[in-house]
């Protein structure tokens, strides 16, 4: 079974070939064609209310390999740097968010989410502890809708070193949030980080 989550503000669309979706989801979109759900998409995209969208196909990668064709994909990298029992979190144009950015030319995954984490928060010497998971996301943006994969890499540093916010980039503040008051701000987050953020309180 495989299935992919995609977020678009506080929305979403849910991807899969799980067959009890169509038992258990009476308003699942079943797949059948690439334009019928290129325009039922759209729509939803277009419409101005929250909604959670399941859209069932017997190949939920072919269908996933679809979705990405209707839209501009971009890859990000980002990081949640870890000391002791704390997280490194900015707030950017008002909304807590981690430090992330678009991959350059020339460069990987790893070396971006290391520049965009240093360059936002004024810190250096990162060092990669892990792969995390890939975010999705949808935004409209100079007349184009864009789908953004993100990949999130768990990070350290030397301690004792200023936070210093990239302002140039609208970030308000950078500063250090306690494990345990994750849930606490996550409605101040973005609804694809949310998940990022519960999965390190597992880890």
Not at 31 to 36: D, E, F, L
Not at 67 to 79: I, L, N, R, Y
Not at 160 to 172: D, M, N, R, V
Request: proline share 3%.
């Amino acid at each position: 079974m495989q299935m992919y989550k995609v977020f678009f503000k506080e929305s979403s669309f849910l991807l899969s070939d799980d067959k009890s979706l169509l038992k258990n989801s009476p308003d699942v979109f079943v797949h059948t064609s690439s334009q019928t759900t290129k325009n039922y998409i759209f729509h939803l995209l277009r419409e101005p209310n929250i909604f959670h969208a399941k859209i069932y196909a017997p190949d939920a990668g072919q269908l996933f390999a679809e979705f990405q064709s209707f839209f501009t994909v971009v890859e990000a990298a980002g990081g949640i740097v870890r000391q002791t029992d704390q997280l490194l979190m900015i707030k950017r144009l008002g909304v807590i968010d981690l430090p992330k950015g678009h991959v350059e030319q020339g460069e990987s995954i790893e070396e971006c989410a290391l520049r965009e984490v240093e360059e936002e928060c004024g810190i250096r010497e990162l060092t990669i502890q892990t792969f995390l998971q890939t975010t999705w996301h949808i935004y409209f943006r100079e007349e184009k809708w864009h789908l953004k994969k993100t990949y999130w890499y768990t990070m350290t540093c030397p301690t004792g070193q200023a936070l210093i916010p990239q302002t140039a980039e609208g970030i308000e503040e950078v500063f250090w949030l306690r494990t345990r008051e994750i849930d606490r701000i996550l409605p101040q987050t973005y609804a694809s980080l949310r998940g990022v953020l519960q999965a390190l309180q597992k880890a």
